[in-house]
């Protein structure tokens, strides 16, 4: 074996935008990821307690938007404020420990927002190709019972690439250059045989990333066979909006996840990969609670009322 630094890493240190920024930008770009999470936190806070207390957002639809919600906190959570403290600091040390939970919990939530969307559209299915059986299909048992699937598979599939990484020895350094711990640069920095992890990540995206999305494809087309046999444009443009809010979702979700895992990234410069991964772990988030908002009625008869309610309480 040839002679190298075969002490094992204990701790990490990743670079967040440490490279592209001078103190004064640092200072720029706290504040504003420092807001967007603030508002991502209560935007996704709200959506919540709306689902919650509002009678006119007692149904499936939004039981599992709540989910998403719920998920869309976990993920900001567990990377903005480690990306915060690495912007205005200049770095982040983690543990290898923290670095692997890091890892587990930003991949788990990741699966399960696949699943819930997944989830969401044949919740969308079934209230528009299949209304008279939908009451009795999506009962209180059954949103219960199907809500918690994505989660299990999220976190349960998760762990057999987090094993394998978990095994990776890390000889010739430490650094990562990236706002948090993400597969790639664990991979690149290992000194260690990769190949059993990348081949179960491989794997794995058939399960994880390919069926939920061509589930979700298969379902908009009937959806959409279905309204388009609708005689009505005025009935056609009241069924399609109530799903419009899920397919921008998708959209937005499917996008990046796509453009970041899936695209080859070879010609990816590190600033343009970190700029990918923003819009996954930042913008996505935030940007979930304001699409339902904006062109969701429901939720805008819900915000209504509270405002009355706080306006005539005042």
């Given at each position: 074996?040839?002679?190298?630094?075969?002490?094992?890493?204990?701790?990490?240190?990743?670079?967040?935008?440490?490279?592209?920024?001078?103190?004064?930008?640092?200072?720029?770009?706290?504040?504003?990821?420092?807001?967007?999470?603030?508002?991502?936190?209560?935007?996704?806070?709200?959506?919540?307690?709306?689902?919650?207390?509002?009678?006119?957002?007692?149904?499936?639809?939004?039981?599992?938007?709540?989910?998403?919600?719920?998920?869309?906190?976990?993920?900001?959570?567990?990377?903005?404020?480690?990306?915060l403290g690495a912007?205005?600091?200049?770095?982040?040390?983690?543990?290898?420990?923290?670095?692997?939970?890091?890892?587990?919990?930003?991949?788990?939530?990741?699966?399960?927002?696949?699943?819930?969307?997944?989830?969401?559209?044949?919740?969308?299915?079934?209230?528009?190709?299949?209304?008279?059986?939908?009451?009795?299909?999506?009962?209180?048992?059954?949103?219960?019972?199907?809500?918690?699937?994505?989660?299990?598979?999220?976190?349960?599939?998760?762990?057999?690439?987090?094993?394998?990484?978990?095994?990776?020895?890390?000889?010739?350094?430490?650094?990562i250059d990236h706002?948090?711990?993400?597969?790639?640069?664990?991979?690149?920095?290992?000194?260690?045989?990769?190949?059993?992890?990348?081949?179960?990540?491989?794997?794995?995206?058939?399960?994880?990333?390919?069926?939920?999305?061509?589930?979700?494809?298969?379902?908009?087309?009937?959806?959409?066979?279905?309204?388009?046999?609708?005689?009505?444009?005025?009935?056609?443009?009241?069924?399609?909006?109530?799903?419009?809010?899920?397919?921008?979702?998708?959209?937005?979700?499917?996008?990046?996840?796509?453009?970041?895992?899936?695209?080859?990234?070879?010609?990816?410069?590190?600033?343009?990969?970190?700029?990918?991964?923003?819009?996954?772990?930042?913008?996505?988030?935030?940007?979930?609670?304001?699409?339902?908002?904006?062109?969701?009625?429901?939720?805008?008869?819900?915000?209504?009322?509270?405002?009355?309610?706080?306006?005539?309480?005042?």
């Open positions: 074996m040839s002679p190298r630094n075969q002490s094992r890493v204990t701790e990490f240190i990743l670079l967040g935008f440490g490279t592209y920024r001078s103190y004064g930008v640092s200072i720029v770009l706290f504040i504003i990821f420092l807001n967007i999470f603030v508002f991502t936190i209560a935007g996704n806070v709200l959506i919540i307690l709306l689902v919650l207390c509002s009678n006119h957002l007692q149904s499936p639809m939004y039981f599992f938007l709540s989910h998403l919600s719920f998920a869309d906190i976990l993920l900001s959570t567990n990377t903005v404020p480690n990306m912007i205005l600091l200049g770095r982040k040390i983690m543990t290898s420990l923290g670095c692997l939970t890091q890892f587990y919990f930003f991949s788990g939530t990741t699966i399960t927002e696949c699943f819930l969307l997944s989830l969401m559209s044949y919740d969308r299915y079934l209230a528009i190709c299949n209304p008279l059986r939908y009451t009795s299909i999506m009962d209180s048992n059954s949103q219960v019972y199907l809500s918690t699937i994505p989660w299990l598979l999220g976190f349960m599939l998760n762990l057999t690439s987090v094993i394998p990484i978990s095994n990776f020895q890390f000889c010739d350094g430490n650094i706002f948090y711990c993400d597969v790639s640069p664990l991979q690149k920095l290992s000194c260690s045989d990769t190949y059993l992890a990348e081949f179960i990540i491989f794997v794995l995206s058939i399960p994880i990333f390919i069926c939920p999305c061509g589930f979700i494809i298969v379902t908009y087309v009937f959806i959409f066979i279905t309204i388009l046999r609708i005689p009505s444009t005025t009935g056609r443009q009241k069924t399609f909006s109530t799903c419009s809010s899920h397919l921008l979702v998708v959209g937005t979700f499917y996008g990046t996840l796509i453009t970041k895992y899936m695209i080859p990234s070879t010609g990816h410069s590190l600033l343009v990969n970190k700029i990918i991964s923003l819009l996954h772990t930042v913008f996505t988030p935030l940007l979930n609670p304001i699409i339902y908002s904006l062109r969701n009625q429901d939720i805008k008869v819900a915000l209504k009322k509270i405002f009355v309610g706080l306006k005539c309480n005042a």
